[in-house]
Nanobody
Framework: QVQLVESGGGSVQPGGSLRLSCAASGFRLAYYVVGWFRQAPGKQREAIACISDNGDSTYQTDSVKGRFTVSRDNAKETVYLQMNNLEPEDTAVYFC????????????????????RGQGTQVTVSA
């Protein structure tokens, strides 16, 4: 079965850390560009990080730059999102999506809809 599964979400206090995982099964994640996205209630989906298929190129949006780091271990078919110094504004459902091209990094509906994506994991940051 071809699928992406996110894990690692949870509830933390402001300033805390979480590491999200995006694990692939049924296909070789190493051939795919992978993006991380989040969506909070009442807000638009936000593209927050992206990583090339070999991991040589990464991108983080300004709101998470310096706090979040995307990485991958292709041997484990997994992409990670290390989130440090979390803020209440980071509360959202986080999900990953994989596609053959960098267009998936935009988070646009047209690009996400044709990508492989997981169901998401909830991250809640509160005191």
């Amino acid at each position: 079965q071809v699928q992406l599964v996110e894990s690692g979400g949870g509830s933390v206090q402001p300033g805390g850390s979480l590491r999200l995982s995006c694990a692939a099964s049924g296909f070789r994640l190493a051939y795919y560009v992978v993006g991380w996205f989040r969506q909070a209630p009442g807000k638009q989906r936000e593209a927050i990080a992206c990583i090339s298929d070999n991991g040589d190129s990464t991108y983080q949006t300004d709101s998470v730059k310096g706090r979040f780091t995307v990485s991958r271990d292709n041997a484990k078919e997994t992409v990670y999102l290390q989130m440090n110094n979390l803020e209440p504004e980071d509360t959202a459902v986080y999900f990953c999506a994989a596609d053959f091209t960098r267009e998936v990094c935009t988070g646009a509906e047209a690009d996400i809809s044709r990508a492989l994506r997981g169901q998401g994991t909830q991250v809640t940051v509160s005191a």
